[in-house]
């Protein structure tokens, strides 16, 4: 078994590496960097469904979490100037796992009081939060203040994006499976019979929303180093409810619907370009009727593989 | 794992072999492919694009200068462009937001193929998308990014405004020339950028030319009382008190010094111009002067024909953006005419030369640090949201 998962990894490495090159040669860029920012959006969508969908509470700082990994990764990269390293592909991944790490720790903070809280006031709260973290960021000099950041080293391409949407992608999977994605699950149903069962609700809470931060800080740093400029304007709340959408437009709760809703929401308002003026007109109205015709997500709460396995059965 | 367990090693093996396949089936094409050969104008166009906010919280930026941009391209054309080539412009809206620019200005120089690429008001944003302009080697002019950051990206960013700094200098040879006035106390918000570059061409200019700083004191953006500052400024009695900051702490500024007695002419930079300047500052901002880009005031004739023609086109009086897209516009089609052959190359080894532009907003010289040297307007507050032009200080 263990050399059947090598093999595994090893195979999606290796394809991961020829589509890069491949698309690199062979592709317009514009069309691979729209493809590339499919990725971040599924990144992000992934990691919001956790909180939103699995755990059934309702954040909206989503995009503060992605800017403190995007801050930090690009500090050690760029600000600090450590060492040659970090220019490197492989300094930039640990920049972008010690974002992660950084956007995991603002998670834990930002959850420990707030979680306490429902609905409503918890979507408040993680707003509130997530602006607070934002106008940090305004204001530290050393980071560009409002100016912004520049000169991030643009390593962020297919393969590197792409790879982590794979390990997102299973480590979500594998938590989902584990007994702690049951507990997790369980606390979306009902917390009261939840905790009736013997499950400590807001430790789970905060196991969804760390991890969940986790992922939205990878999200980020792959996001700086692939635009190598960031400003506090990128992560406004306009970015949170982006990625509301995404997990809303996938299915809330379905790993895979989520990916669906990352694609969809980067790549509609690309696709749109045509209509000029009219592009966030129209964008808006067909999510609109997306959510007329499938009012719980493409996929709902179940995902694709399920779908087509009970297709095959009937 | 249902979906990987469902596939057999052999599988895996094949995507293996696929990848290896894909790795070495690519061969490199010619000149790599961050080469901009592709985007020299062939046939009878000439491709330009444009990128701006015309959505989102900066949306009047961006439409203004689109304006701005829009007439400029339609009367070159009408004239029958360039050598007979008529110039096509691709605009994208990048909604106010840095990730969109860079995006977009992607798409601009790969997929539509443009020779060069004019935009973006916003530092921030021309600096993001600059910075892919400068990777393919496209020509870009900003037509009012004044952070200095913005052309030091590389040598194929240019702007057509002045730099921040340079308003400084400005109004340090206005309030030595024209006011007469030779004892001048500095007050910088020591947080901004802006501020301090202004505050520090201003104490050099003022010193070279025989005035005398008398007190130089800093603020930070945000604070709300300024007396125990002001009241040392008043100990030193200055004529004029410079304020290279931002309408809203300068209309306090200005309150409190009024209510201390200082008596000393206030002078500031384009940070002033904002309605809200008088709102917030009272009669107590009115008798100060700042500098800005442009006014519709200017009373010579480029001025007033730029100004009537855009009145009669959009029915509303240019904006300084709208001129200023104008002047992008215009600069870019001059150095396209100069230019040796038609290519993005030759065409920024002309905009690098670009003398003595009779522009909208003055004469445009641009520098070998590929920013504009031109002239700036002195504007005087006379009454609430009225400015009126004063002159115009050349550099």
Same mark, same amino acid.
């Given at each position: 078994m263990k050399i059947f998962q090598v093999a595994i990894l090893l195979g999606v490495v290796a394809l991961l590496w020829g589509l890069n090159f491949f698309f690199e040669e062979n592709i317009n860029p514009y069309i691979l960097r729209v493809i590339i920012n499919c990725g971040i959006g599924m990144i992000l969508a992934m990691s919001l469904n956790l909180v939103n969908g699995c755990a059934?509470?309702?954040?909206?700082?989503?995009?503060?979490?992605?800017?403190?990994?995007?801050?930090?990764?690009?500090?050690?990269?760029?600000?600090?100037?450590?060492? =040659?390293?970090?220019?490197?592909?492989?300094?930039?991944?640990?920049?972008?796992?010690?974002?992660?790490?950084?956007?995991?720790?603002?998670?834990?903070?930002v959850g420990l009081p707030s979680l306490r809280l429902k609905g409503d006031y918890l979507a408040i709260v993680t707003l509130g939060f997530g602006e607070i973290i934002r106008i940090c960021f305004l204001n530290i000099e050393s980071v560009g203040g409002a100016r912004g950041l520049s000169g991030i080293p643009p390593k962020s391409n297919f393969f590197w994006v792409y790879l982590w949407v794979v390990i997102t992608f299973v480590a979500l999977l594998r938590l989902l499976r584990s007994s702690y994605g049951r507990a997790i699950l369980s606390v979306r149903e009902n917390e009261i019979a939840a905790e009736s069962m013997g499950i400590d609700i807001s430790r789970y809470k905060i196991v969804a929303f760390v991890v969940s931060s986790f992922f939205a800080g990878i999200a980020g740093g792959l996001f700086a180093h692939l635009q190598s400029f960031i400003d506090p304007n990128s992560f406004v709340f306009n970015k949170s409810i982006e990625a509301v959408i995404m997990v809303v437009i996938?299915?809330?709760?379905?790993?895979?619907?989520?990916?669906?809703?990352?694609?969809?929401?980067?790549?509609?308002?690309?696709?749109?370009?045509?209509?000029?003026?009219?592009?966030?007109?129209?964008? =808006?109205?067909?999510?609109?009727?997306?959510?007329?015709?499938?009012?719980?997500?493409?996929?709902?709460?179940?995902?694709?593989?399920?779908?087509?396995?009970?297709?095959a059965s009937s | 794992?249902?979906?990987?367990?469902?596939?057999?090693?052999?599988?895996?093996?094949?995507?293996?072999?696929?990848?290896?396949?894909?790795?070495?089936?690519?061969?490199?094409?010619?000149?790599?492919?961050?080469?901009?050969?592709?985007?020299?104008?062939?046939?009878?166009?000439?491709?330009?694009?444009?990128?701006? #906010?015309?959505?989102?919280?900066?949306?009047?930026?961006?439409?203004?200068?689109?304006?701005?941009?829009?007439?400029?391209?339609?009367?070159?054309?009408?004239?029958?462009?360039?050598?007979?080539?008529?110039?096509?412009?691709?605009?994208?809206?990048?909604?106010?937001?840095?990730?969109?620019?860079?995006?977009?200005?992607?798409? !601009?120089?790969?997929?539509?193929?443009?020779?060069?690429?004019?935009?973006?008001?916003?530092? #921030?944003?021309?600096?993001?998308?600059?910075?892919?302009?400068?990777?393919?080697?496209?020509?870009?002019?900003?037509?009012?990014?004044?952070?200095?950051?913005?052309?030091?990206?590389?040598?194929?960013?240019?702007?057509?405004?002045?730099?921040?700094?340079?308003?400084?200098?400005?109004?340090?040879?206005?309030?030595?020339?024209?006011?007469?006035?030779?004892?001048?106390?500095?007050?910088?918000?020591?947080?901004?950028?802006?501020?301090?570059?202004?505050?520090?061409?201003?104490?050099?200019?003022?010193?070279?030319?025989?005035?005398?700083?008398?007190?130089?004191?800093?603020?930070?953006?945000?604070?709300?009382?300024?007396?125990?500052?002001?009241? #040392?400024?008043?100990?030193?009695?200055?004529?004029? !008190?410079?304020?290279?900051?931002?309408?809203?702490?300068?209309?306090?500024?200005a309150r409190q010094a009024r209510e201390l007695g200082l008596k000393a002419v206030l002078l500031g930079g384009d940070g002033w111009d904002s309605e809200k300047l008088t709102e917030i500052g009272g009669d107590a901002v009115v008798g100060g002067y700042f500098s800005n880009h442009y006014s519709h005031e200017d009373k010579s004739p480029v001025v007033q024909n730029f100004v009537a023609q855009f009145k009669a086109r959009y029915g509303e009086v240019p904006s300084g953006l709208a001129a200023q897209g104008y002047d992008a516009a215009m600069v870019a089609v001059d150095a396209m005419k100069r230019a040796t052959e038609m290519s993005p190359k030759a065409f920024r080894e002309a905009l690098a030369q670009t003398k003595n532009f009779q522009g909208v907003t003055g004469m445009i010289t641009i520098n070998e640090e590929r920013n504009a040297v031109k002239p700036a307007v002195v504007l005087k507050v006379v009454g609430p949201q009225k400015f009126s032009y004063i002159t115009t200080i050349n550099p």
């Amino acid at each position: 078994m263990k050399i059947f998962q090598v093999a595994i990894l090893l195979g999606v490495v290796a394809l991961l590496w020829g589509l890069n090159f491949f698309f690199e040669e062979n592709i317009n860029p514009y069309i691979l960097r729209v493809i590339i920012n499919c990725g971040i959006g599924m990144i992000l969508a992934m990691s919001l469904n956790l909180v939103n969908g699995c755990a059934g509470q309702f954040s909206l700082g989503h995009a503060g979490f992605m800017g403190v990994g995007a801050y930090m990764s690009a500090t050690i990269t760029t600000v600090l100037n450590l060492s =040659p390293f970090f220019q490197t592909d492989l300094g930039v991944g640990c920049a972008i796992v010690t974002g992660g790490i950084a956007a995991a720790i603002a998670g834990y903070l930002v959850g420990l009081p707030s979680l306490r809280l429902k609905g409503d006031y918890l979507a408040i709260v993680t707003l509130g939060f997530g602006e607070i973290i934002r106008i940090c960021f305004l204001n530290i000099e050393s980071v560009g203040g409002a100016r912004g950041l520049s000169g991030i080293p643009p390593k962020s391409n297919f393969f590197w994006v792409y790879l982590w949407v794979v390990i997102t992608f299973v480590a979500l999977l594998r938590l989902l499976r584990s007994s702690y994605g049951r507990a997790i699950l369980s606390v979306r149903e009902n917390e009261i019979a939840a905790e009736s069962m013997g499950i400590d609700i807001s430790r789970y809470k905060i196991v969804a929303f760390v991890v969940s931060s986790f992922f939205a800080g990878i999200a980020g740093g792959l996001f700086a180093h692939l635009q190598s400029f960031i400003d506090p304007n990128s992560f406004v709340f306009n970015k949170s409810i982006e990625a509301v959408i995404m997990v809303v437009i996938g299915g809330m709760g379905s790993l895979s619907g989520a990916i669906f809703g990352g694609i969809i929401v980067s790549l509609l308002p690309e696709l749109l370009r045509v209509f000029e003026q009219y592009r966030m007109v129209i964008f =808006p109205l067909i999510l609109i009727i997306l959510m007329l015709v499938r009012p719980m997500g493409l996929l709902g709460h179940k995902e694709i593989w399920e779908i087509f396995r009970k297709k095959a059965s009937s | 794992m249902i979906l990987l367990k469902t596939m057999t090693p052999r599988a895996f093996l094949a995507f293996g072999i696929l990848a290896i396949f894909l790795n070495f089936g690519c061969v490199k094409k010619e000149g790599g492919s961050l080469s901009s050969s592709a985007n020299v104008p062939t046939g009878n166009e000439i491709w330009v694009g444009e990128y701006g #906010s015309m959505t989102g919280s900066e949306s009047t930026f961006g439409v203004s200068t689109h304006k701005g941009i829009l007439m400029a391209l339609d009367e070159v054309n009408k004239a029958g462009g360039i050598n007979g080539k008529k110039i096509q412009l691709k605009s994208y809206d990048d909604q106010g937001q840095a990730a969109e620019a860079v995006t977009i200005i992607t798409k !601009l120089i790969t997929q539509d193929k443009v020779s060069l690429i004019l935009g973006e008001v916003a530092s #921030s944003r021309s600096i993001a998308a600059g910075t892919v302009a400068q990777q393919y080697k496209i020509p870009m002019v900003s037509p009012s990014s004044t952070n200095p950051k913005v052309t030091q990206v590389g040598d194929y960013i240019f702007r057509v405004c002045f730099i921040d700094p340079f308003q400084g200098s400005v109004m340090a040879k206005f309030a030595i020339n024209n006011l007469k006035l030779k004892k001048a106390a500095i007050f910088r918000d020591i947080k901004a950028d802006y501020s301090v570059g202004l505050a520090n061409f201003f104490v050099d200019e003022y010193k070279k030319m025989g005035g005398e700083i008398v007190a130089d004191v800093s603020y930070s953006g945000g604070d709300m009382d300024f007396k125990s500052q002001l009241t #040392s400024i008043k100990g030193k009695n200055p004529d004029v !008190l410079f304020i290279p900051g931002y309408y809203t702490e300068v209309g306090l500024v200005a309150r409190q010094a009024r209510e201390l007695g200082l008596k000393a002419v206030l002078l500031g930079g384009d940070g002033w111009d904002s309605e809200k300047l008088t709102e917030i500052g009272g009669d107590a901002v009115v008798g100060g002067y700042f500098s800005n880009h442009y006014s519709h005031e200017d009373k010579s004739p480029v001025v007033q024909n730029f100004v009537a023609q855009f009145k009669a086109r959009y029915g509303e009086v240019p904006s300084g953006l709208a001129a200023q897209g104008y002047d992008a516009a215009m600069v870019a089609v001059d150095a396209m005419k100069r230019a040796t052959e038609m290519s993005p190359k030759a065409f920024r080894e002309a905009l690098a030369q670009t003398k003595n532009f009779q522009g909208v907003t003055g004469m445009i010289t641009i520098n070998e640090e590929r920013n504009a040297v031109k002239p700036a307007v002195v504007l005087k507050v006379v009454g609430p949201q009225k400015f009126s032009y004063i002159t115009t200080i050349n550099p």
